[in-house]
């Protein structure tokens, strides 16, 4: 049950690590999140459509931001 402000990509960012396990969260992050955000971002600076780049830091970079966006989102009511 979800109570006053609290969204679902809250509950997976906030209890998912704490469920799982640090390291099989981090684990699953890179599989699912980083990884295929590099590749994406590779191709792209390959293709010239983004200056040459180091895609890992970028990558953990936008992930960052992306986890705490969605921590501080809100709900319109």
Do not use: Y
């Not at 704490?18 to 994406?40: K, M, P």
């Amino acid at each position: 049950m979800c109570v006053g402000a609290v969204t679902s990509s809250g509950i997976v960012l906030v209890d998912g690590p704490r469920v799982l396990g640090a390291e099989t969260w981090e684990d699953l992050v890179d599989r699912f999140g980083r990884t295929l955000l590099e590749d994406w971002l590779a191709r792209a600076v390959q293709a010239g459509d983004v200056d040459p780049i180091p895609t890992g830091a970028l990558a953990r970079l936008v992930i960052a931001m992306l986890t705490d966006a969605s921590l501080r989102h809100r709900p319109v009511r």
